[in-house]
């Protein structure tokens, strides 16, 4: 079945950097919206960036201007850079996809998600 696998998840300290993958397995990226979700604990989950099949992207504001969403098609992989950490940022972070023209803000747009990966972000 479809999977889609996060990792480059860790702690750090506010300030710093890291670099999220998503790997797909029995599914081509190259068609699909795919996203970046976040949450925090006792949070809701949040949308934090998109990338759609055309290579558009969106950024929520909070993370405007310090993280980036790309794709890779040839790896069948999402990434998230993420810079300028702060404590704030400290989530599981999901990756998300579903085959479509178009992108949505919404997780119940999508229809695959990946198990997460910890981001933890220290003073």
């Known amino acids: 079945q479809v999977q889609l696998v996060e990792s480059g998840g860790g702690s750090v300290q506010s300030g710093g950097s890291l670099r999220l993958s998503c790997a797909a397995s029995r599914y081509v990226i190259s068609s699909a919206c795919m996203g970046w979700f976040r949450q925090a604990p006792g949070k809701e989950r949040e949308g934090v960036a998109l990338?759609?099949?055309?290579?558009?992207?969106s950024h929520a504001d909070s993370v405007k201007g310090r993280f980036t969403i790309s794709r890779d098609n040839a790896k069948n992989t999402v990434y998230l850079q993420m810079n300028q950490l702060k404590p704030e940022d400290t989530a599981m972070y999901y990756c998300?996809?579903?085959?479509?023209?178009?992108?949505?803000?919404?997780?119940?747009?999508?229809?695959?998600w990946g198990q997460g990966t910890q981001v933890t972000v220290s003073t």
């Open positions: 998300a996809a579903r085959s479509a023209s178009s992108c949505s803000w919404h997780d119940v747009f999508f229809n695959y």
């Open positions: 990338i759609d099949r055309y290579g558009s992207t």
